[in-house]
């Protein structure tokens, strides 16, 4: 399936999460073409800060597998990762990544470029404005 088709999914999810009062971020971790794993944000839902969409599909898609490496994997996430989950990204191994709307405050690149695993694949802007609009629409809701 055409990447588009997953980053859509995962704007479901950001959509959802929005729903919940959540940042809107959505993530989907596919392996071989199959959705291994499904999650967004919900670091208000849970009271954990750690709640972010990309830790929470690594732990699905580990849990899947039966392993933490996710070599054979690719993430689909609408915002790109903190450092915190690049992180988490970097020690899962992740084989790809397909970010969709930059971070340019908090996301991992503007802090520490190189902190993704140097085997994970990186491509970025997948369905970007869709997922900065919906970022947009949701931070201009806090503000009235």
């Known amino acids: 399936m055409p990447d588009d088709y997953f980053m859509e999914m995962a704007l479901v999810l ?14 989907i971790v596919v392996c071989r073409n199959r959705i291994i794993a499904k999650a967004r944000n919900q670091t208000e839902q849970l009271n954990d800060v750690t709640a972010h969409a990309e830790i929470m599909a690594i732990t699905s898609a ?3 597998l039966g392993g933490k490496y996710l070599t054979d994997c690719t993430m689909y996430i609408t915002l790109e990762p903190c450092v915190m989950c690049a992180g988490a990204l970097f020690w899962a191994q992740l084989g790809r990544l397909v970010i969709g709307a930059s971070d340019p405050k908090r996301g991992y690149s503007r802090i520490q470029p190189s902190l993704l695993h140097p085997k ?6 997948l369905l970007a404005e ?8 949701f931070f201009s809701r806090l503000r009235t």
């Open 120 to 125: 994970t694949r990186l491509e970025t802007g």
């Open 62 to 64: 580990a849990q899947y």
């Open 130 to 137: 869709e997922s900065q609009a919906l970022l947009a629409k």
């Open 14 to 27: 950001a959509e959802e999460a929005a729903d919940n009062g959540e940042i809107p971020v959505g993530a």
